[in-house]
């Protein structure tokens, strides 16, 4: 069973740092993009950020440029997103998925594989 499973999410003061991370199981990690979306109540689901299959090609949402970094172990079968400087406005449900936005997309193999979410929670 192809599986995307979430974690690290919780309630942070504005200005902290989280890590989420996103563990596959079922299929070879190694041979897909994967992106974090997230989706806060009463808006639509928004790409966060894109990781190539290596790993060596990320892009980013402007919104969270230069607070963010995705990164990956293919090793481990994890991808991870470094959240710092984190604003209430950050506050939504984190997804990972084998799927990228148009503006976020990367050159490679896509699953359309989803995980769960987990919940971030930014105080003022």
Known sequence: ????????????QSGGSLRLSCAASGFTLKDYVIGWFRQAPGKKREGVSCISSS????????????????SRDNAKKMVYL????????????????SDCPTPLWVEGVYLELWGQGTPVTVSS
């Not at 995307?4 to 919780?10: A, D, N, Q, R």
């Not at 710092?84 to 984190?94: G, I, Q």
């Open 1 to 12: 069973q192809y599986q995307l499973v979430e974690s690290g999410g919780g309630l942070v």
């Open 55 to 70: 790993g060596g090609y990320t892009k980013y949402a402007d919104s969270v440029k230069g607070r963010f970094t995705i």
């Open 82 to 97: 470094q959240m710092t400087s984190l604003r209430p406005e950050d506050t939504a449900v984190y997804y990972c998925a």
